[in-house]
């Protein structure tokens, strides 16, 4: 069964301040990972998307990459911003189910 | 555009009874996905509908069940409530289905569920 794993659980950093989210899974044979943030309450956003033969996707001050046969995936963030303050949930398509992880909650102080 | 809507947006339920949530997919999309979220846990995948067929389920008993209608709005169904079925329930529109394109998901804002 796919595992998830986002480390760390909650990561608080001064603006204007460069970052890293980490993402692993367990199971390399997945079609695709998303990246997405999530408001207190509210449903999620879609950041990112990247296909299995990718290795990385932008936008803006966005970077994800992806390791498939390591398993693992990365968020950058770069010069945050409060508003950047969220969850950050990556997902996996293994192809008959999406897989989540439990987040990270990034607080970025003025 | 009209983007991912969901109805109720909070419904409070006792054990034992039965509860039903909308979902109306982005425009053009053929598929929606149903996920359950816990308080501090990640979505857990319920299942998915692609043109009106159930498309891939996750870990979850019989009573969830689900339809898509023929314009791919959706319900999700879940009888007999049990206290832990208290979560934030979360659908999401694709072009895709699970093994296709890989397009991006959308998500609704959710229905709150309390059960008592």
């Known amino acids: 069964k796919q595992e998830v794993t986002q480390i760390p659980a909650a990561l608080s950093v001064p603006e204007g301040e460069n970052l890293v989210l980490n993402c692993s899974f367990t199971?390399?044979?997945?079609?695709?990972l998303q990246w997405f943030r999530q408001d207190p309450g509210k449903g999620l956003t879609s950041l990112l998307l990247?296909?299995?033969?990718?290795r990385e996707q932008t936008s803006g001050r966005l970077n994800a990459s992806l390791d498939k046969s390591s398993g693992r995936s990365t968020l950058y963030i770069a010069a945050s911003q409060p508003g950047d303050s969220a969850t950050y949930l990556c997902?996996?398509?293994?192809?008959?189910?999406?897989?989540f992880g439990t987040g990270t909650s990034l607080t970025v102080i003025p | 555009e009209t983007g991912v809507t969901q109805s109720p947006t909070h419904l409070i339920k006792t054990r034992g009874q039965q509860v039903t949530l909308r979902c109306s997919s982005q425009?053009?999309?053929?598929?929606v996905s149903w996920y359950q979220q816990a308080l501090g846990q990640g979505p857990q995948f319920i299942f998915q509908?692609?043109?009106?067929?159930?498309?891939g389920r996750g870990n979850f008993p019989p009573r969830f069940s689900g339809l898509q209608f023929p314009n791919y709005s959706s319900e999700l169904n879940v009888n007999a409530l049990e206290l832990d079925d208290s979560a934030l329930y979360l659908c999401?529109?694709?072009?895709?289905?699970?093994?296709?394109?890989?397009?991006?998901?959308?998500f609704g804002p959710g229905t709150r569920l309390t059960v008592l």
């Open positions: 425009s053009g999309h053929n598929t």
């Open positions: 997902a996996v398509n293994t192809g008959n189910q999406f897989y």
């Open positions: 990247i296909q299995s033969s990718q």
């Open positions: 199971d390399s044979a997945i079609y695709n």
């Open positions: 999401a529109s694709s072009l895709a289905g699970l093994a296709g394109a890989g397009d991006t998901q959308y």
């Open positions: 509908y692609y043109r009106e067929e159930e498309n």
